[in-house]
């Protein structure tokens, strides 16, 4: 332990995401061995981010007014909402260049053991956006994780009543990768989550003689999981990746 303020400014940096203790202490080192007008510089802009920057009334970007950038962009596409996690999705999303729609921030996503249940997201808002009759998809694009996963189903299962189409981000293998070191899961799912490469192209008689690839009959997944009732194409690779999982 050290003295009163030191102390106080590694504490308050191991809470910080991705910090552990002896990350905080190095950070808190290096604070005070730096040039204060530099470190006023960060306190400042910690205070102005935490003053000026609130979040989008629409869609719950980050956002230093009423509505975000991209909710005032008239130039995008109104028809297809992006669902996703957080506001450091969206920047993500953005950055492919590949989506011209909306977002929906939901500021987490569904995670029992944390208490995060649906109300503590901005789920209903995003239904009360669904009432605008020119949105025909959604797009589910959640972490590929066991919170994203749950995230995705429960939205599945809420917004197919209104009947517009539900769409999930593909999952599959990393660009620049290699076949042989990916990992099960992620390899089976990019085998069903495969795609025709052209029209005339012989993809799937090729893809079929392999014996692992033929997706689990839905029956299956139904016995296992009870209660994910899963939805249409979108979701189906979820369901045959999960019984494999407990043998790892
Ligand atoms: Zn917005």
């Known amino acids: ?7 106080e400014l590694i504490d308050e940096l191991g809470r ?68 996703v996690e957080e506001s450091k999705d969206v920047m993500a999303i953005e950055r492919t260049r590949a989506f011209g729609g909306r977002y929906h921030v939901l500021g987490g996503a569904i995670n029992p053991i944390n208490g995060i249940g649906p109300e503590q997201l901005h789920i ?19 972490d590929p994780n066991l919170e994203g996963e749950a995230t995705a189903t429960f939205l599945t299962r809420t917004l197919r009543p209104l009947g517009i189409e539900i769409t999930r981000l593909a999952s599959g293998l990393p660009v620049g990768g290699d076949l042989e070191y990916a990992d099960e899961v992620t390899l089976a799912r990019a085998i069903e989550g495969r795609r025709s490469t052209a029209i005339s192209a012989p993809a ?26 899963r939805a249409g194409t979108a979701t189906a690779p979820d369901i045959a990746t999960e019984p494999p999982m407990p043998s790892n």
């Open 204 to 229: 799937a008689p090729l893809v079929r003689s392999l014996p692992v690839a033929a997706p689990t009959p839905v029956t299956a997944p139904a016995i296992a999981q009870p209660e994910t009732e």
């Open 124 to 142: 209903r808002e995003l239904i009360a956006r669904l009432g605008d009759e020119r949105i025909t998809e959604i797009i589910l694009a959640t």
């Open 1 to 7: 332990m050290y003295e009163g303020a030191v102390q």
């Open 16 to 83: 910080l995401p991705g910090i552990g203790p002896k990350s905080a202490q190095r950070i808190a080192f290096h604070i005070l061995e730096s040039d204060p007008e530099d470190m006023k510089k960060l306190s400042e802009a910690i205070r102005v981010v935490k003053e000026r920057v609130k979040f989008c009334s629409i869609c719950f970007n980050v956002s230093e007014s009423e509505t975000c950038g991209i909710c005032r962009d008239e130039r995008r596409n109104d028809t297809v909402i992006c669902v």
